[in-house]
């Protein structure tokens, strides 16, 4: 009968008829009425794989306290051997208040091994008092083994099973990113074929905004999800952002007890996340995104599922890449295409354009230095000359004309020097000399050229700086010079003994330096024209180059020329903040 047992458990690969074709076997052949086969999982939970003549009620209790101190299935998992109790001898107090609804006065447990670090039992009773003899332990232990070796079979099935349908989800993977080039077709598809094979929820792929450091959801599948495509999360926040920050897969059994998760978009989706399974998304060594599977329908997440995840988000990354080569392919051709249409056309243009500008800068230069600034020196002159007392004393009247009259040219005189100075930078604007030079050196320089300025009105220049600075590929005079345009701006509608900050950080693309000041702020309405040349914020300011509104314009087109931005932040009575961001690798030889 043994023989008959064994052979019927082998030809199966279903875990609860082994267990049921064993159990059977075992009552019959010792000859009770009342027996079940358990086992527990990793988490220590019960699971009743068979039972007999078990009424469901006591099944509920038993499961729930089977593993308290002294029961008989704890005295057996903890020595791993099998155990005998009679009710009048053996019993334990936890014993008789779990058999007493059953009428148990005898019962034999023991241990088998299961696949996976599982454990369980085999439990038979008797109504009636009944010793076991060595021959019926021989052969329960001969029962347990069978189990065991039945079990061992189908988890193997199982795992074998889960190994063929990864394979094929692989494959289907890698079929679906070489016979499209459709990007939203082919990550819909891997984003169903991660919820299916995976038996998750829902998944989701974001991909990395490098510019603004946010993952963006470009895929998802799931009830609820269709509400995330487009939203945006920066860089570390949640457990995506978590992942994307360290390029390292993270799985999370239990989210509620992970600080890293994030619950605004379960509120946004109307879900509720239990364990997440999140992997980086790589092409070329280089991180583009992350792929997150939530909620595992049965059991948990494993080390296997996390293998799969990443297999076909690297696919997945490889469909991203074809898309993009091939978009930014066809981008191209038409580009070009039209590049070579219009070629000669533009060239020429262009080249009428640069004459005629250089000719019109010159014919600028010339009247600005020669027709209005040589008159305006005579004038000058004689109004020196007239203040000389060997003329003659001056009286209150002459003497205020006189003061006037200088006080005009020199606004006059300014300005004219202004113009000059814009004119003859736009001329060598073209001209820059770009080397790789120290950020601390053009910090320095910037320091020790606003001095003047700042000490002149008593006002603090407050630096920051970190203790180390990149070197960069640039041009350091005019760099300088545009962060004191900047300085210059915040000195002058700043009131006196105040403070201007000068704060430089650097970022993982990018440099930034920030200029802000405490004094008037600018208007809304003016914050788009401040970049325009000769616009005048304030009529009452004093005159001169700032005065002729070219300070800023000169910094934004020395930043423009290094492939940098310039931005402004203020806000009316309480200052306003300029920020110069340069990028740490320009696209230039």
Partial sequence: ???????????????????????????????????????????????????????????????????????????????????????????????????????????????????????????????????????????????????????????????????????????????????????????????????????????????????????EFAAVAGPSSEGLVGIRLPMGQGIVGWVAQHNEPLLVPDVSKDPRFFKGLDEDTATTTQSVLCVPLRTRNQLIGVVEVINKKTGRFTLADQQLLESLASFAAVAIENARLFD???????????????????????????????????????????????????????????????????????????????????????????????????????????KIVSFAEVLDDVVALAHFKTTRKQITLTEHRPPELPDVLLDKERISEAIVHLIDNAVKFSAERSTIILKTTVHPNNLRVAVTDYGKGIPADKLDSIWDSFSQMNETMERGLEGLGLGLAIARYIVEAHDGTIAVESALGKGSTFTIQLPLTPSRT
């Avoid at 998992?77 to 053996?90: G, I, N, Y």
């Avoid at 060239?347 to 354009?353: A, G, L, P, S």
């Avoid at 230069?365 to 020669?370: A, E, G, I, R, W």
């Avoid at 060997?390 to 113009?419: F, K, T």
Wanted: with cysteine; glycine share 4%.
């Fill in 1 to 215: 009968m043994l023989l008959t047992g064994s052979t019927a458990v082998n030809r199966s690969l279903n875990p609860r008829e082994i267990a049921q074709v064993s159990l059977r076997l075992a009552m019959r052949l010792l000859n009770v009425p009342v027996g079940l086969v358990m086992i527990f999982d990793r988490d220590h939970r019960p699971i009743i794989l068979a039972e007999e003549n078990i009424p469901p009620a006591w099944q509920k209790e038993f499961s729930n306290t089977a593993l308290l101190p002294e029961t008989i299935v704890r005295r057996t998992l903890d020595t791993q051997r099998v155990v005998v109790a009679a009710a009048t001898t053996e019993f334990t107090p936890a014993d008789t208040a779990l058999f007493a609804s059953l009428h148990v006065q005898a019962m034999v447990c023991f241990p088998f091994r299961v696949p996976g670090s599982l454990s369980g039992v085999v439990l038979l009773a008797q109504n009636e008092p009944r010793s076991f003899e060595d021959e019926d332990l021989a052969f329960l232990t001969a029962i347990s083994q069978q189990i065991s070796a039945g079990l061992r079979n189908a988890w193997l099935f199982a795992k074998t099973q889960r190994q063929v349908e990864a394979v094929q989800s692989v494959a289907e993977a890698a079929r679906m990113v070489v016979s499209s080039l459709d990007l939203n077709h082919i990550l819909t598809h891997i984003m169903g074929e991660v919820t299916g094979r995976l038996h998750t929820e829902a998944a989701a792929l974001l991909l990395l905004d490098t510019v603004r450091e946010e993952l």
């Fill in 328 to 434: 930014e392919a066809n981008r191209q051709i038409e580009q070009t295409t039209l590049y070579a249409r219009d070629l000669t056309a533009a060239y020429k243009r262009e080249r009428q354009q640069r004459e005629a500008l250089d000719r019109l800068r010159y014919s600028f230069l010339n009247v600005v230095s020669h027709e209005l600034k040589t008159p305006l020196t005579v004038i000058l002159q004689g109004l020196e000359a007239l203040k000389t007392p060997r003329r003659g004393e001056l009286n209150a009247e002459q003497r205020e004309i006189v003061e006037m009259l200088e006080n005009q040219s020199g606004q006059l005189q300014r300005l004219i020097d202004g113009l000059v100075a814009f004119a003859t930078f736009s001329a060598r604007q073209g001209t820059m000399q770009f």
